[in-house]
């Protein structure tokens, strides 16, 4: 998508602190973090939210959802850390390109807020 920031980001047109890089996945440092270790994974290909999904995408999320544990080791949050998606404007998503947020290096409550 032409005007879509994480995949201007994914195509290398805009530059990121990258910590996770494959053929189908990018993971890059926040550029406004809420967490001492605030990390952003995407996967390349453009898929607005998790409403965009199908069955045809389960293999996506789960690869995706399997370098969650290998990141967060890289990064030395391993033994704490928070996993969220947002979907959707009232869900608190802004930037309209399916990510994780992957949140370490402090401690977490419940409720979040």
Known sequence: MADCIFCKIG?????????????DFLAFRDIN??????????PKKHYSSLLDLSEDDADLMGRMM?????????????????????TGAKGGQT????HIHLLGGRVFNWPPG
């Open 33 to 42: 973090p809420v967490a001492p270790t605030h990390v952003l994974l995407i």
């Open 95 to 98: 930037v309209f390109h399916l």
């Open 11 to 23: 195509n290398k047109e805009i530059p990121s602190t990258v910590v996770y890089e494959d053929d």
């Open 66 to 86: 399997t370098l969650v544990p290998k990141i967060v080791k890289q990064l030395g949050i391993d033994e704490g850390f928070r996993v969220v998606i947002n």
